[in-house]
């Protein structure tokens, strides 16, 4: 299998433009997550799926962040505006069951000037 | 909500020496896990702990999961320069499948 891909992996941008990240999990893994790690606050969980369903967004910081996952082999994270502290490392990581092992994406780094 | 603290956030240790990170959680979990993130990289899984008191190795490395189940611990014999990198404790507590993860230690090896 070919893991977690992740795509961008480099993203820079400016202020006030939309970023669209996205993720394909591995192939029989129910569940995905959305994580961000920055250097102030470390590995934060943003959002994650069970079966394509949004289980737990109470980590999107602000309405300007959204995710979809219209199927199983596939979801996206959404900044629309970005601002400048939006830039991080965005990683998606899935998993066989809740609670399992995580297997993570490569990240995607971005940076909004 | 769930807080996942770990000790020391930076360890520099000559090759060779020990090295012991300590995970500690404002909740009860229901399972610990330890993550490795080389520099630049991605965390990967090292290993999952589930009951009370387990401990388990792999090769130089020693993991325990306390009685009470909210904290946890990673000891590396012998530090080798390919253990570089930042590790972490995540756990789910109790009625919540969310994995909240620790805050990290960075060990970093003077060869």
């Known amino acids: 299998d070919a893991g977690v891909i992740q795509s961008p992996r480099h993203e820079v941008t400016e202020m006030g433009q939309e970023v669209t990240l996205r993720c394909k999990p591995i192939?029989?893994?129910?569940?995905l997550f959305w994580y961000r790690q920055t250097m102030m606050r470390g590995l934060e969980l943003l959002i994650y799926?069970?079966?394509?369903?949004?289980?737990?967004d109470s980590g999107m910081p602000e309405d300007r962040f959204s995710a979809k996952m219209p199927n199983a082999s596939f979801s996206t994270l959404k900044i629309q505006p970005s601002e400048p502290r939006d830039s991080a490392v965005y990683f998606c990581?899935?998993?066989?069951?809740?609670?399992?092992?995580?297997?993570f994406g490569e990240g995607s780094r971005l940076t909004v000037l | 909500g769930q807080q996942v603290m770990q000790i020391p956030q930076y360890q520099h240790v000559q090759e060779g020496e020990d090295f012991t990170t300590y995970c500690n959680s404002s909740?009860?979990?229901?399972?610990i896990q330890w993550y490795k993130q080389r520099p630049g990289g991605h965390p990967v899984f090292l290993i999952q702990?589930?009951?009370?008191?387990e401990v388990k190795k792999q090769k130089r490395l020693t993991f325990q999961f306390g009685e009470a189940k909210k904290n946890s611990s990673l000891h590396i014999t012998a530090t080798q320069t390919t253990d570089v990198g930042t590790y972490f404790c995540?756990?789910?507590?109790?009625?919540?499948?969310?994995?909240?993860f620790g805050t990290g230690t960075r060990l970093t090896i003077i060869p």
């Open positions: 990581a899935s998993s066989f069951v809740l609670a399992g092992e995580l297997f």
């Open positions: 192939s029989g893994h129910n569940s």
């Open positions: 799926f069970n079966n394509n369903v949004p289980i737990d």
């Open positions: 909740t009860t979990l229901s399972n």
């Open positions: 702990l589930v009951k009370s008191g």
């Open positions: 995540a756990g789910p507590d109790f009625g919540n499948e969310k994995l909240t």
